[in-house]
């Protein structure tokens, strides 16, 4: 199997830890489910202290040991099912989101290896972010379960999951067209018809963005922001509205950038509504075909 990229996404929130972790298998992925201070419900983690790392919606794997920023280094050892895969381009930095900067570090793990180890056609990998030891003396073994890390290549009901061809450019992008669900505080459904993109060259974005009208029938009762990119590509221009006036409004998305942006809890941005709308989506992605499976 070719090599398979799988993509971090960060989003930084003061003073939230893992309640619980509960795994889910489906078909050929894994579901984890994780209570934030049983306000918010993430679709996978990393609790590193004073931030966290979230994770795609496929794998998840955690640590409960601190991390030292002076330790991390590239090529930390992770290891599964007696096999050994290396973890490559560990990030410590901070990071500036439209404007949100977080001024704690963030770590970031990339990995880029996965090995055939099942006749069935199935695939083992790891997914997770690389720690060291608090004193930065050793490497943290990252023992996963079997069941946790396969990838399976098996077929997906098609009246279950719809199927879209991934685009993957320089900066990494991966996208479709598909209807893609938002759920509000009441938990009411409305929904965008767009595209959706993962930036996988930044590691930390998820984009909703279109070129057609969307409608959105409900929403947080924060309200919700809207970023649109002019000609140049270069001025953003922030578009707030209040659930008041967003309720039943077309939206014209053809120059706009809806982005699920990395905030805390509590803020007036789409970041607790990217939460919910993370938990409302399986994505399975087949990166052999270049094929991207939502769950419909």
Same mark, same amino acid.
């Given at each position: !199997? ?7 996404? /960060?989003? @930084? ?24 201070n ?12 004073? @931030? ?9 794997v @955690?640590?409960?040991?601190?991390l030292?920023?002076?330790? #991390? ?15 490559y381009?560990?990030?410590s930095?901070t ?10 570090? /963030? ?19 790891? +997914?997770?972010? #690389?720690? +060291?030891?608090?004193? %930065?003396?050793? +490497? ?17 009901? =098609? ?12 900066? %990494? ?9 938002? !759920? ?6 409305g *929904? ?9 060259g ?6 909703? #963005?279109?070129?057609? =009208?969307?409608?959105?029938? @409900?929403?947080?009762? *924060?309200?919700f ?10 001025t953003?221009?922030?578009?707030k !509205?209040?659930?008041?006036? !967003?309720?039943?409004?077309k ?7 809806l ?22 989506? =399986? ?14």
């Amino acid at each position: !199997m070719k090599t398979i990229l799988f993509f971090l996404a /960060v989003i @930084s929130v003061q003073s939230v830890y893992a309640q619980h972790i509960r795994f889910k298998e489906v078909k050929n992925h894994m579901i984890a489910e994780v209570s934030l201070n049983k306000q918010v419900k993430a679709r996978a983690l990393i609790d590193t202290g004073s @931030s966290i790392t979230v994770l795609d919606s496929t794998f998840v794997v @955690s640590s409960g040991l601190e991390l030292n920023p002076t330790a #991390c280094h590239h090529a930390l050892r992770l290891t599964a099912i007696g096999k050994t895969l290396w973890c490559y381009q560990v990030i410590s930095d901070t990071l500036d989101v439209d404007g949100l900067r977080n001024t704690r570090p /963030v770590y970031i793990a990339d990995l880029r290896q996965a090995k055939k180890w099942f006749k069935d056609g199935g695939y083992d990998m790891i +997914m997770g972010s #690389c720690y +060291m030891a608090k004193d %930065g003396s050793q +490497m943290v073994t990252l023992n996963i379960a079997k069941g946790y890390v396969k990838y399976g290549k098996q077929a997906l009901p =098609e009246n279950k999951y719809k199927r879209g061809i991934m685009t993957i450019d320089k900066k %990494g992008f991966v996208g479709t067209d598909a209807p893609l669900r938002i !759920m509000d505080s009441d938990y009411r459904s409305g *929904q965008i018809i767009g595209r959706f993109i993962i930036d996988t060259g930044n590691a930390n974005f998820f984009f909703l #963005c279109g070129k057609s =009208e969307g409608v959105i029938e @409900s929403l947080n009762r *924060q309200g919700f922001e809207l970023s649109e990119r002019t000609k140049d590509g270069k001025t953003i221009k922030y578009i707030k !509205m209040d659930s008041a006036e !967003m309720l039943g409004k077309k939206v014209n998305m053809e120059k706009s950038i809806l982005p699920i942006i990395p905030a805390s809890i509590g803020r007036n941005y789409a970041g607790a509504i990217g939460y919910k709308f993370l938990k409302e989506v =399986e994505l399975v992605l087949d990166y052999d075909n270049n094929f991207l499976y939502i769950k419909q």
